[in-house]
């Protein structure tokens, strides 16, 4: 089996699918890897290494594309450059395929494999291949190293000797990995840290990591697989309004809320931004799915009424070594599942397979992709 690992095409993004670790790995599994050059410099790998590795450096992109039985990438390629996949390949990537219906039918002409790990199935056995909580934990961290950044205080509690320094007060809103991690962090860095979800089952979670649970009078909004789902018109204003008291308290809120395939739920008004106190920060985790405050601005940085509003991207990108690291792993993991024998296999009656393969022998499997082809979407 030929695997294609491409340089990736966005400007902001300095990581790579594999690296030259993974790369030793794979040899010994009959995997003739091919690289784009200079596709790890962004993370500290040069061609040199992966030539050192086993693997062969090309800086002909169509060709990997034609020769590869399977092409890996991290963020999904554009339409035009997938039409260069061989017929009956496979691409495995982020491939946000509702985002992405051109890309789609590109790989359905193709009759090539698409094969997406933002669909992963909430189970088990594919928690090591999780990318999305594997890149949500650097995002989480690295949120609060941003907010340390930002903030007029020092998060710890300092005895000085011209006096006590009272420590910063984080609030985080959503406690999945990023959260957590949020809150792991916030608190190792000395602040008092507080957490909320809309799923009161998180509450341990949130403790473990010395983090204060709140809890507000709100109906649960528990979805399919443990993520939270989108809440009604209501439940979102009831929660504000809870909330919004509880916020002027504090220094710094993180939020992290996000729902799968749909815009982020906007938490923070303008009113509960404008009743913080002068020099409070807000790093809005959910920047790219349009925000959870509504002054968020998605690759900027907002000052409202002394408020400073961070809207970070692709955060796991600004820690490209240790990402790759994760994310080669993660490839990893799941090719000692579909390659045997040096072949690739995909078995359709497999769950993780099946949950993860948008477009498999010319057809769309995925069923919201499906819908959405069907409304004449486009990209």
Known sequence: MKLGILKEMLPDETRVAVTPEMTKKFVPMGIEIVVEAGAGLGAAHDDAAYRE????????????????????C??????????????????????????????????????????SFDQVPRITRAQKIDSLSAMGSIAGYKAVVLAADATDKYFPMLMTAAGTVTP?????IGAGVAGLMAVATAKRLGAVVEGYDVRPDVKEQVESLGGKFIEFEIESAVGEGGYAKEQTADQLKKQQDAMRDHIAGVDIVITTAMVPGRPAPKIITQEMVEGMRLGAVIVDLAAQTGGNCVLTKPGETVVHNGVKILGPLNLAATMPFHASGLFGRIVGNLLVDIVEEGELKLDMEDEVVDGMAITHAGEVRHAQTKEALSEGGAT
Not at 77 to 100: F, K, M, T
Not at 104 to 115: Q, S
């Open 53 to 72: 590795a086993g693997a062969t450096v090309s800086d002909n992109r169509e060709q990997i594309w034609a020769e590869s039985d399977l092409v890996c």
């Open 74 to 115: 991290i963020n999904p390629p554009a339409a035009e450059d997938a039409a260069h996949i061989r017929e009956g390949a496979a691409l495995l990537c982020h491939l946000q395929p509702v985002s992405n219906l051109d890309l789609i039918r590109t790989l359905v002409d193709r009759k090539a494999t698409g094969l």
């Open 168 to 172: 910063a007060k984080v609030f985080v």
